[in-house]
């Protein structure tokens, strides 16, 4: 679901306040090599980090449902991951690197939260929003210092920008046959007998059997008389 994420990230960037620029949105990795070949302005977004929200994190499962309403399947709740993005324009002067990214603030801050039906197929099929949190602090231990000294590069403005989005816990599980009947308990009858249950079923036949026999061999005595 990251490439999706990533879609996401390019549509909001590349919309706004920079819609119809021609401006590049890249997520390659900003290394000296990366920048010397930049020829136009782009704004890149590069992934640097990948954890798990632990304070979203839930147990038990969901029931999913048929169009009938009856439980056919069971799902765990989905795990929470945040994606951090390092968001940084490149042009030939600062100045029109910090009207990139004023571009890009105003551009983000309106979402801080996408609708399930304004994201891809398979973020949105969940129906959850997704949170977008922009120049919040960055994961412990991730200094921006940190960031740059690794990509090899000179420290640049930037803007953090995370994305925090479910991931589906597999798999789903099955759920049993639907109940149709009440539970009964069947118990085996002394001898090798029918089941008591079966044995108590046809004892209002027996009854009423002998009941008729008894009056018909009485009505017979009657006649005798």
Same mark, same amino acid.
């Given at each position: 679901?990251?490439?999706?994420?990533?879609?996401?990230?390019?549509?909001?960037?590349?919309?706004?306040?920079?819609?119809?620029?021609?401006?590049?949105?890249?997520?390659?990795?900003?290394?000296?090599?990366?920048?010397?070949?930049?020829?136009?302005?782009?704004?890149?977004?590069?992934?640097?980090?990948?954890?798990?929200?632990?304070?979203?994190?839930?147990?038990?499962?969901?029931?999913?449902?048929?169009?009938?309403?009856?439980?056919?399947?069971?799902?765990?709740?989905?795990?929470?991951?945040?994606?951090?993005?390092?968001?940084?324009?490149?042009?030939?002067?600062?100045?029109?690197?910090?009207?990139?990214?004023?571009?890009?603030?105003?551009?983000?801050?309106?979402?801080?939260?996408?609708? %399930? !039906?304004?994201?891809?197929?398979?973020? =949105?099929? +969940?129906?959850?929003? #997704?949170? /977008?949190? $922009?120049?919040?602090?960055? &994961?412990?231990?991730?200094?921006? %210092? !940190?960031?740059?000294?690794?990509?090899? =590069?000179? +420290?640049?403005?930037? #803007?953090? /920008?995370? $994305?925090?989005?479910?991931? &589906?816990?597999?798999?789903?599980? %099955?759920?049993?046959?639907?109940?149709?009947? =009440?539970?009964?308990?069947?118990?085996?009858? /002394?001898?090798?007998?029918?089941?008591?249950?079966?044995?108590?079923?046809?004892?209002?036949?027996?009854?009423?059997?002998?009941?008729?026999?008894?009056?018909?061999?009485?009505?017979?005595?009657?006649?005798?008389?």
């Amino acid at each position: 679901m990251i490439h999706e994420v990533d879609e996401v990230l390019k549509g909001l960037i590349g919309g706004g306040a920079l819609a119809g620029s021609g401006i590049e949105v890249s997520f390659e990795v900003p290394t000296r090599d990366w920048a010397a070949r930049r020829n136009a302005p782009v704004v890149n977004a590069y992934l640097y980090d990948v954890r798990e929200d632990v304070s979203q994190r839930q147990r038990g499962r969901t029931a999913l449902r048929d169009d009938r309403d009856t439980v056919v399947r069971h799902r765990r709740p989905p795990r929470w991951f945040r994606l951090s993005y390092l968001v940084t324009a490149w042009t030939k002067t600062p100045q029109d690197e910090h009207r990139l990214l004023s571009a890009v603030l105003a551009t983000l801050l309106p979402h801080e939260l996408i609708a %399930a !039906d304004e994201l891809p197929e398979t973020l =949105g099929r +969940l129906g959850l929003a #997704v949170p /977008v949190t $922009v120049g919040g602090s960055r &994961p412990e231990a991730r200094s921006v %210092a !940190d960031i740059w000294s690794a990509l090899g =590069g000179e +420290l640049k403005p930037s #803007v953090d /920008v995370a $994305v925090t989005v479910p991931f &589906p816990s597999y798999p789903d599980y %099955a759920a049993g046959p639907l109940v149709t009947e =009440g539970a009964a308990v069947r118990i085996r009858g /002394v001898d090798g007998g029918p089941p008591v249950s079966e044995e108590r079923a046809h004892r209002p036949r027996r009854i009423a059997a002998a009941r008729a026999a008894h009056e018909q061999a009485a009505a017979r005595r009657t006649e005798r008389t």
